[in-house]
């Protein structure tokens, strides 16, 4: 008799992909974590991973009793991992993220601590801090994670070498860029390198084109919640520029398959294969490190994203992350809370850190550092960075971080899509007041 | 179907037989059947993952329903499942015919063959991706301008390298199905072809295909039940993209539920997604007529 294929096997093959979403709706209890010490996840790659890595060493070296054990997830996946392992009881004492929305629906759940008791009680822990890192770990007036490690905006890179065989000038405003556009083109040369695939990285786009042509009340309203916000004639003429630069070829070809976590977007402005980038200012760690004798040699430049003719946004503001946040899991035993408790006390941000931190290209969340940022090997880049952060009128949170998930979701989902031209800045806007509040 | 082994069916009925599904019953209703239902009721539901569970009524449904994107995932599912069938089919029965064949050489190629299956699908899409990265991949390495292409980056070109990631990676097991299938076939069968004057070509068409019409229907249906359910390949090589070129239904759920946390419409999805793949089970049994799964080979 042939093996009968039967219909249980078939059903058990349909049933295959409901199985994983059903099992994490399941495992809602259970201890997070697990015995022993605490746990702490983040973000792997360099030169972050080693210098986050380096203050649990630290830590746990110091207090051989209450050892904190690490794992580490690339920065796309980790965002789904997390999300899920919360969601499951999972999640590790420790929870490292970017504040905004995100912790606000993990505040909301009750799945993270409130920490405005301690930090009252620790006023050396909050004192030392920049306060306006404090911003988006603040839920409805309590805070719910510790800022830590370095305020990261969003910056304009470029290949100085690369400008000088053109032989143009770095860009002072977006009719510089267009103009710049058809010049590297010209030469086989892209003009923005760009990890598409990723999309939070052609979000960083929208996030300067509307500041500067609208000011920053343009995505103030969305994230309040204004009926018809994407709809503002300064968030249409953006998007519309957005395009204008696309069809320009103003991306690298094939950007919308290139991803960030692989670091191609990086590699292709310190090959030379584009002129210009624009990414956060953890990027100079990463050129750094990968990109041979390209920032040691002076290829590399940098500016704030220039103003856009007619704008009415204020040039100095930024957008990205006002700092990087720890939060503490509702779930962890007593014990691991104060294990965790003790880390940011004296585990985060020790000198060594902050070192570390500098030398990466970094600027640390910490007050009074701007001796050590001008004395490090770093020093141009910091101070520009510091400049950057401490001089913007508005430091506004990545949209995407600052949205709830389910509006970023959708946001990302039709950057990608107007990134593709595949809506028209209407249809964007549309698909997004949708959203608005959710 | 002979006496004999009418005479033990009725003789299990009432011994051991029935006991030996239990294993397998049990994994079942663990596995497939509670998830589902729980599935099934969290479609009625508004769940953000973490919080508390609100029991909203036909809110989700009415939201998956009104949405764009589902009718377009539907349409990519099927079209990957239409496609990754007919690349993977006749090269796979070509494959099989020729691995059935006892020569040494075949023996060997057949151990090259199955690796692709060996490895995990993750693995196989971050190979890929990266040879055909346009920047720093195969082409620009090896300085072909042919294999430099945007591959993942415009939308036929990408579909088309799903689904020929997709059939690299399952051909290999189907043509080990068919290898079976012909190898079943009685040699008499053939030796009175010869004897009649057919040729290799003529063979096949005459005997081995028609003979191995339920393996065809077996091989069909793994096909079509496993295509429902691609995702690491895709969410791995793609995400989806460019766009929602690639967003098949699986993903579309993945992306519901664990990137937009909502878990309601990413559980009527899932609804969706298991009726999909009972009603093309049952159709491709009712293609393959009423005895698909008896044996038609003389003396099995």
Known sequence: MATPISRRTVLGLAAGVPLSLAFSACGTSGPGGGGGGATYWFLSGPPQEGIRQGAVDRFNKANPDTKITTSTFLNDPYKTKIKTAIGAGQAPTIIWGWGGGGLRTWAKAGQVDDLTSWFDQ????????????????????KIYAMPCETVEPIVLYYNKKVFDDV??????SWDDIMALVPKFNAKNIAPFSLGGQSRWTNMMWLEFLFDRIGGSEVFQAVFDGEKDAWSNPAAITALTKMQDLIKAKGFIEGFSSITADSNADQALLYTGKAAMMLHGSWSYGILKEQGGDFVSGGSLGYMNFPPVEGGTGDPSDTVGNPGQYLAISSKASAEQKDIAKKFFTS???????????????????????????????????VSFIYDVASKAKVFAQSWDQALSPTAAETLLDNIVKLFQLSISPQQFADNLNAVIGK | MTAPAAHARRRGRHGVLPWLVAPALVFFVGFAVIPLIGVFLLSFTTWDGLGAIQPSGVDSWRAVLADPGLPHAIWITFLVMLASWAVQTPLSILLGTFLAGNQRYRAALAVVYVIPLLLSSAAIAITYKALLDPNFGLGAGLGIEFLSQDWLGRPALAFSLVVFVVSWQFIPFHSL??????????QSLYEAAAIDGAGRVRQFFSITLPQLKYTIITSSTLMVAGSLTFFDLIFVLTEGGPGDATRVLALEMYKEGFQANLMGPASAIAVILVLVGLALALLLRRLGGKDATQSQFEGA
Do not use: H, M
């Open chain 1, 347 to 381: 585990g985060v941000l020790d000198d060594t850190e902050v070192k570390d931190w500098i030398d990466s290209g970094g600027v640390p969340i910490l007050k009074g550092t701007q001796a050590e940022l001008e004395s490090s090997q770093n020093a141009d880049f």
């Open chain 1, 122 to 141: 620790n006023p050396k822990v909050k004192d030392k801090l920049i306060p306006s890192s404090f911003g988006p770990a603040t839920i409805d007036g």
């Open chain 2, 177 to 186: 199905i068919y290898q079976g299938g012909v190898r079943q076939i009685p």
């Open chain 1, 167 to 172: 032989g143009v000038e770095p860009p002072q």
